[in-house]
């Protein structure tokens, strides 16, 4: 048991990455394009995807749409839709993005959800750096069933100047608390920055601490290469191998 819900945890990890990668690029590109028509700026996101984009004096309402069939992004299944808003102000260091999960499924996945990304242009390092409120539930097709709320920062280390969205590399941090429908929590909190790169399904490393009332240890992405693996290091030194669906 304590097995399975380690993966489901980080299952939810994997789900909530990947829509904030959807929904940033998205935005990136929408903003590349409002700047200059001209933009050769490129989208990670398939043809598969239908995007509207509502603009109204400043504002924007971009509705990405998976179909009910659903489309394969990053070699995850995705049907539904992600629809997010954000009011354009070039005076300001800081976007509010707000987000809104319609019908959404990830993989055989349902994931539910209505949440904030705050985009900084420029945080204490130089780079672009998103703010991730955090709360979603997410439910298997079994009935298994777990939300998660907390903080995501995630700072765009490398690739943000290219105008190619699949060369994009983010290091994430934050903490977060993962509660199961049968009441046992996970508290989670990063203990050295998660790397995601946009053309990986999964972390390809980091680490992070895991606590629970029974149990407590450190889950573990590896040395980056990009699989769907990792390690959880119970804190008596026992370790088992996480592998992600």
Not at 120 to 145: A, K
């Amino acid at each position: 048991l304590d097995t399975a819900e380690l993966r489901q945890a980080a299952e939810v990890d994997v789900a909530s990455e990947t829509i904030s990668d959807i929904i940033i690029d998205a935005y990136e590109a929408e903003e590349s394009s409002e700047e200059d028509r001209s933009s050769s700026a490129t989208s990670f996101i398939p043809n598969c995807v239908t995007i509207t984009v509502v603009a109204q004096q400043g504002f924007r309402e971009v509705t990405l749409d998976f179909g009910t069939e659903g489309c394969i992004v990053n070699g995850h299944l995705l049907r539904g839709q992600i629809v997010f808003s954000y009011t354009r102000n070039f005076e300001v260091q800081e976007v509010l993005i707000t987000y809104n999960l319609i019908d959404f499924y990830f993989d055989a996945k349902q994931v539910i959800g209505s949440r904030t990304i705050l985009r900084q242009l420029s945080n204490e390092n130089g780079n672009p750096q998103f703010t991730h409120t955090l709360d979603l539930t997410v439910i298997w097709p079994n009935g298994v069933q777990a939300s998660r709320e907390g903080v995501l920062v995630r700072e765009w280390v490398e690739g943000f100047a290219s105008g190619e969205f699949s060369d994009n590399v983010f290091e994430v941090t934050g903490n977060w608390t993962t509660t199961f429908v049968n009441g046992n929590e996970h508290t989670y909190e990063v203990l050295t920055p998660l790397r995601r790169q946009i053309i990986c399904s999964y972390f390809v490393s980091g680490s992070v601490d895991v606590q629970r009332t029974n149990f407590g240890g450190t889950l573990d992405y590896g040395d980056g290469d990009c699989d769907n693996q990792a390690t959880f290091t119970f804190n008596n030194g026992n370790e088992i191998i996480i592998v992600l669906n």
